[in-house]
Every structure is written in structure tokens, then in C-alpha cells.
């Protein structure tokens, strides 16, 4: 893989020119900078941007005013290789608060290791109805101890407006969710994207998280998808890179609001 070569094919077609996440968001260019606008319960946020000194600044006060006079919390989801290089470091001035960092992660889905299985007794449940995605939902919760109410209404919507875009599944211990991811496969790209892979903490370490990935880079694979991207944190980053995916930047999350 040319790293560079797909790492600006990702920030073309994937942050550039983003799609919206679901129905109701739209996606907007402001100047040097593209965000998505939702309502509370979606995603808002600054998804890419293309700034250098002498105007960073500005536009970091022109996006506060605008999701401000919205009423909206919102996200400037800032990249590693993203300019000017202390980027970070003015949204901080500006009041926004860094979340951890994570590693945006990359692989080819035709060199990803997918013969990973669960374990005996756990079968894999895609979610297609409200009953699946409250399977999920419950992982989340129980996962990563948050609220998972902003997620039941994304995947919902997104499975009633647009089911072809969103694969949600529920690993099953008898009736028991204990282990949960999805994944976004984004039109008109080459890349489809992991998200939310959780499990509960009575069954980590039982080979539950790989056995997601690999059914969801089955799945991406299937549709004609070239990349599968995660942006991971430090626990799932060494078992990603196992599986084939390479390193090609980070990403932090930058929140302003309450």
C-alpha cells in the first residue's frame, strides 16, 4: 500500500466530499472548511479542512458562530497530517477540549485475514429491525459505559432511510449481547468504515473484537469496497495491525458546548 497516495484519496473522497450520515444532515462547504450540519441527536462538526496561518484562526471563529447560532455542540474532528501544524493548539485557545487521540488505521480488504471466527456458543447477528439495533445498543452501553441513545437513533434512521449504508452486528452468547460493531460503507468511494466495535468485559480476550472485523471486512468486500478505515484506539490498535491495517495518521477529537 502507498500510504500517501491512499492517505490522500481518503481525505479526498471521504472528508472533502463527504456525504451526509443519515437523513435530515446535510453536508455544507464553508470557505476552506466542510461540515456537516444535524439535528441534536446527530453528528455536527467540522469533517475536513484546508487552512494555513494567516486564516486558521478566523475560520475556528467563523465555525463557532455558526453551530453557536444553531444551537449545537459540535466537533472539529482534527487530523495528524491536517495544517497549519498547530491547529490543535489554537482550537484549545479558542475553547474546545481535546478528546484522546486515536490512529486512523487502513487496510486493503483483499489483504485482511478473514478466516477469524467466534468463539464456540457466540453466533454473529446482523441488525435489520429495531429488536438488532437495541441488541447493539445495549453492548455500547454496557462496553464503553455511555449512553446509547443517540446511537439507537442514528442507526435507526439510517436503516429505515438507507439500509445499503450501515451493517450492524451483534456477536450472541445464547440470547446474551456481549459483543457489538458497525460499519458504514460510504457511496461512491473505495472505503467502507468500523465503528463502534465493543465488547463486554466478561468475554475481551476471546477473539470476539477480530471475529467482528473480519465479518464486516467480508461484507465490505462483497459490495466492491477496496479499503476498510478505523480510527482506533490504543486497546484495538495493536490487534487492527495484526489483521493487516496500517498506520497513516491520527485523528482528535476537538468538542465546544456543554
Excluded: C
Excluded at 472528508?15 to 435530515?24: F, H, K, L, V, W
Amino acid at each position: 500500500m502507498d500510504h500517501t497516495e491512499v492517505l490522500a484519496l481518503y481525505d479526498r473522497d471521504v472528508r472533502e466530499r463527504a456525504r451526509p450520515d443519515g437523513p435530515g444532515v446535510r453536508v455544507e462547504r464553508a470557505g476552506a472548511v466542510v461540515r456537516q450540519i444535524a439535528d441534536a441527536q446527530g453528528w455536527n462538526g467540522v469533517l475536513w479542512s484546508d487552512l494555513d496561518e494567516t486564516g486558521a484562526d478566523r475560520a475556528v471563529r467563523d465555525q463557532i458562530a455558526h453551530f453557536t447560532s444553531l444551537g449545537r455542540d459540535f466537533e472539529w474532528k482534527l487530523y495528524g497530517h491536517d495544517r497549519p501544524a498547530d491547529l490543535g493548539d489554537r482550537l484549545t485557545a479558542a475553547g474546545f477540549q481535546a478528546e484522546p487521540e486515536e490512529t486512523l488505521l487502513v487496510a486493503e480488504t483483499a489483504r485482511l485475514a478473514l478466516d477469524a471466527e467466534p468463539p464456540a456458543g457466540v453466533r454473529l447477528v446482523e441488525a435489520v429491525d429495531e429488536a438488532g439495533i437495541a441488541l447493539v445498543v445495549d453492548v455500547h452501553e454496557k462496553a464503553f459505559g455511555t449512553d446509547g441513545t443517540r446511537l439507537r437513533h442514528q442507526l435507526l434512521a439510517r436503516l429505515a432511510a438507507d439500509p445499503g449504508t450501515v451493517v450492524a452486528v451483534a456477536a450472541l452468547a445464547g440470547d446474551e449481547p456481549v459483543s457489538a460493531g458497525r460499519m458504514e460503507l460510504v457511496p461512491g468511494t473505495a472505503f467502507a468504515g468500523l465503528w463502534g466495535g465493543g465488547t463486554v468485559e466478561a468475554w475481551r480476550g476471546r477473539g470476539l473484537y477480530r471475529a467482528l472485523v473480519a465479518h464486516r471486512a467480508r461484507v465490505a468486500a462483497a459490495h466492491g469496497y477496496r479499503f476498510l478505515q478505523v480510527d482506533a484506539s490504543p486497546m484495538s490498535r495493536p490487534i487492527l495491525q495484526r489483521l493487516g491495517f496500517h498506520a497513516l495518521s491520527t485523528t482528535t477529537p476537538y468538542l465546544y458546548g456543554s
